[in-house]
């Protein structure tokens, strides 16, 4: 602990002295942005950086793989081995904080947010959940939501389906589709996180938003009626999907939907970005099924390594991800809105100004695929319990297996 402290402290010295720091004209940034809308908005902050800084080599160091199945992994590699990039993309809340943070691998961004009055332009919800002993973490550069249903309209035209707004009505809407010869549920779980990702809405949808919120503080009995019945409706949601769900990525499941093949997708925004991106306009949202009024939030954000090896290229960085100009001309793209209060609305497409006022209106409850209701190796355990399940559809043995996972992670006695 004293050894974290002096580190904190450390940093907070660096940070001041890093201002004076040379530039050494490079600048490397990890994320796991590769697709459509993902690797567009990347591309787009790129654009801008490059025309304020010139002279900056930037590296693009996005490592593919769906909710950073793949990056995350990398990224711990080089970390732990003193090789990290300049500044990484990680889920605001218990990601940053527990796999990072508290083990004194960031540096605090104190003097960035003051320089740059962002105390004044982030909600303040957003602004405790980057504090930590006092100091700010890392810079948000957005806000998804996780519990969108997205639907082919031309399919929904056809067979006189409305968006389901129960699992009751989930179900009906289902039989008629695949009776008709389409897949009702796209999924795409090559990272057994989309499967995860539509169970976490599906728990919202059980177990309402404070019943949701219980699961991660031990208020909610992870042994209790409410996740059973969860895992039965999943369950027989698993019914409904296409058949080779295992081998698709989470954005050739929603091509699924673009091509007519599918129906319904329960998954987050960036669903949006990617239909922006492959041009696609014959798309509809809701709330997934028993989610209305709930938005299931998380934050792309980026921090700065203690160790960044481009200290100034990093800051200017972190300037422009904060930035007005930056959130607006990212999200439109991205498929997220921003974190920012103050961004223009008209900039962004009739999907992304129902969001904005979602955010303002809704209970907003914390992702947990999305890094932000509990810690990593906690997902990991729920996504282990989702790999048996998918296939094998044991409520019995999952919900023990998911009451085991809140008792290992410390939060269940
Ligand atoms: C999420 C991330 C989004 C999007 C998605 C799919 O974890 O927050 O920005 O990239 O994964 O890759």
């Not at 669903?271 to 492959?278: E, L, P, V």
Request: proline fraction near 4%; aromatic fraction near 12%.
């Amino acid at each position: 602990m004293k050894f974290r402290n002096w580190l904190v402290g450390f940093s907070v010295a660096v940070m001041a002295l890093g201002m004076s720091l040379a530039q050494s004209g490079k600048l490397e940034i990890f994320s796991w942005w590769t697709t459509g809308g993902e690797a567009a908005g990347l591309l787009k902050l790129f654009d801008i950086y490059k025309q304020q800084h010139p002279g900056v080599k930037i590296i693009n160091a996005a490592v593919a793989g769906g909710a950073g199945s793949n990056a995350k992994a990398v990224l711990k590699t080089r970390m732990l081995g003193g090789d990290p990039p300049d500044s990484f993309q990680v889920h605001m809340g218990h990601e940053l904080i527990d796999t990072w943070v508290v083990n004194g691998f960031m540096q605090p961004l104190d003097g960035i947010f003051k320089d740059n009055g962002w105390e004044k332009v982030y909600p303040q919800g957003v602004l405790e959940l980057l504090k930590w002993n006092g100091h700010y973490w890392s810079v948000p550069a957005n806000i998804h939501r996780a519990n969108v249903m997205w639907y082919n309209k031309a399919i929904f035209a056809k067979y006189g389906l409305t968006p389901p707004k129960t699992y009751d009505e989930f179900f009906a809407a289902a039989e008629k589709l695949k009776k008709a010869g389409i897949t009702p549920l796209a999924l795409g779980d090559n990272g057994i996180w989309a499967s995860t990702h539509v169970f976490e809405t599906v728990l919202i949808g059980t177990l309402g938003a404070d019943g949701y919120k219980g699961l991660w503080n031990g208020k909610t009995d992870w042994n209790g009626p409410g996740v059973k019945k969860a895992l039965e409706t999943f369950a027989k949601m698993l019914s409904y999907v296409n058949s080779d769900h295992a081998a698709r990525s989470w954005d050739q499941a929603n091509d699924l939907i673009i091509q007519g093949k599918a129906a319904m997708f329960i998954h987050g925004d960036w669903a949006n970005g990617d239909f922006m991106a492959k041009k696609f306009e014959g798309y509809g949202w809701a709330p997934a099924p028993g989610n209305a009024d709930i938005y299931d939030a998380l934050s792309d954000s980026f921090g700065m390594p203690a160790k960044a090896p481009d200290q100034q290229e990093a800051r200017w960085w972190l300037e422009l991800v904060g930035s007005k100009a930056g959130q607006e001309a990212f999200n439109p793209l991205k498929g997220s809105i921003c974190a920012r209060t103050d961004c223009d609305p008209s900039l962004f497409n009739p999907y992304l100004q129902w969001a904005m006022k979602r955010w303002k209106v809704d209970t907003i409850v914390p992702s947990l695929v999305h890094g932000a209701a509990a810690k990593e190796s906690w997902v990991a355990a729920i996504n282990d319990v989702m790999t048996l399940f998918v296939t094998r559809r044991d409520v019995t043995q999952a919900q023990k297996s998911l009451a085991q996972a809140c008792v290992d992670a410390g939060v269940c006695h």
